[in-house]
């Protein structure tokens, strides 16, 4: 018996000891300190090499968002006022390309991008040091990092110049470019950083946004109705109607928009891919969708379909479908963009003119009301089939993902609402937000740039 127990208990040790012991025995001698830190030094690291076609892609694309800005939304917005303000609309979808790009460049891109903490970025790329024309793997590998700073430089343009539309025809020139910059620094820079730079805390909550629906259309759309909240009605809003003055240009700026889009959304795969495809196609998709959603709703609603409606459906198809362009398939796109139509139509047709405030444009009821459709939908439809790198939302077995977009959509809004309030506040504090009576009577192309967009020979 003793002997069996011996032999089972060494059986055990051996068991159990045994691969380590043979390891051991079959190891070679050590060798010395010198020769065995030649021996395990890993290769360096390959550098990042420039990929020329993802580098032409990210840089047209850089070129189609600024198209976006002007003349696109410049003509969008431009065609909606009346013809005394067209001009001031042009002039500050202008100068946004001069200011923020300036802004983006002296700190904004450092602030958003650069590594700080999960709130904001640190000042590491202040005038674009260190930014250089190699690549930053921790964005993009395959482009130089200076063509991605100008990619998103162009979301910061476009973004602060959304929100003209709430305010169009009765803000100060002095007090929008103030606002504008302020606006840009404490609530776009953060915002940006939260979603998309590293360590941002909304991006390590696991919140999705493809291209922007958060980060420009919630955050400027809220700040749009605030601004339209806080400014009050134009002159005789609520007792004459202030139609479109020139129908044409704002279908000329929908098409740009839409073309330009195309950059927006595809080109934030960062690279000329499957991924900038399947983006640049549910792109469309949405967009054509909520087009003609809008066309037939005011068909069974007015009893006629309008040129305005279907460029106001087009433009809230292309908002909604922002956030998921990179996560979702066709179908759910097509869904997206019909939903946004039926969902902005209440918000600006009735909920609009039930409440009685005039945002001037639907800067909020399209922009806000569709990135916050968008961002939402994302959390339903996103597929990591479509995109590996993303996430699985509701209906594709994630309740947990649409929880976090509603978080994102909430937070976001929250702190635009308080801080665009605040710096609105200060600004009127400082220099007067609203034009005079006399000036928004006369026109602000006249009272702010003594201009006339129309000149009547006799």
């Not at 040091?129 to 162009?154: K, R, S, W």
């Not at 103030?178 to 939260?194: G, M, R």
């Amino acid at each position: 018996m003793k002997k069996l127990l011996s032999l089972t208990l060494f059986g055990l040790f051996m068991g159990l000891a045994g691969p380590a012991i043979a390891e051991e025995i079959s190891a070679p001698a050590a060798a010395p300190a010198e020769m065995t830190a030649v021996a395990v030094e890993a290769p360096a690291p390959a550098p990042a090499k420039i990929d020329t076609g993802d580098t032409a892609w990210v840089m047209t694309s850089s070129a189609f968002v600024m198209l976006m800005t002007l003349p696109g939304l410049a003509f969008f917005y431009g065609g909606l006022v009346r013809k005394k303000n067209v001009l001031s609309i042009l002039m500050q979808s202008g100068i946004m390309l001069c200011v923020i790009t300036l802004q983006w460049v002296l700190f904004g891109y450092s602030l958003s991008f650069s590594p700080g903490n999960g709130f904001i970025g640190g000042l590491k790329w202040l005038g674009l040091n260190g930014v250089g024309l190699t690549p930053y793997p921790d964005y993009a590998a395959t482009i130089p990092h200076q063509a991605f700073m100008i990619f998103q430089g162009m979301f910061a343009v476009i973004t602060p110049a959304l929100i003209i539309g709430a305010f169009a025809e009765r803000m100060k020139f002095s007090a929008f470019l103030v606002f504008s910059i302020l606006w840009a620094t404490l609530v776009y820079d953060p915002v940006a950083h939260w979603v998309w730079g590293l360590g941002g805390w909304l991006r390590n909550m696991g919140a999705l946004d493809f291209a922007g629906g958060t980060v420009v259309h919630i955050n400027a759309g809220v700040a749009a109705i605030v601004a339209a909240l806080m400014l009050g009605k134009r002159k005789g809003y609520a007792n004459q109607p202030v139609p479109p003055h020139n129908l044409p240009f704002t279908v000329l700026g929908a098409g740009l928009l839409w073309f330009g889009w195309f950059g927006f959304n595809a080109g934030s795969a960062l690279g000329a891919n499957g991924l900038a495809v399947g983006a640049f196609v549910t792109t469309n998709t949405a967009a054509a969708a909520a087009g003609l959603t809008w066309a037939l709703i005011e068909w069974l609603h007015n009893g006629t379909p309008t040129t305005l409606g279907v460029a106001t459906g087009l433009v809230a198809g292309l908002v909604a479908i922002t956030p998921a362009a990179g996560y979702v398939g066709v179908m759910p796109a097509i869904l997206i963009g019909v939903v946004v139509s039926l969902i902005c139509f209440v918000m600006v047709a009735f909920v609009k003119t039930k409440l009685g405030y005039d945002d001037s444009l639907d800067a909020f009821g399209v922009h806000g009301i569709g990135g916050i459709w968008g961002a939402l939908a994302t959390g339903l439809f996103a597929s990591k089939a479509v995109n590996p790198a993303g996430a699985d939302g509701l209906f594709y077995g994630n309740p947990a993902q649409f929880v976090i977009q509603l978080k994102a959509v909430l937070i976001t809004a929250l702190y635009s609402l308080v801080v665009t309030w605040l710096i609105l506040k200060l600004v009127n504090a400082l220099f007067g937000v609203r034009a005079s009576e006399k000036d928004e009577v006369l026109g602000l192309d006249l009272s702010q740039h003594h201009e006339g967009a129309y000149t009547v020979l006799e």
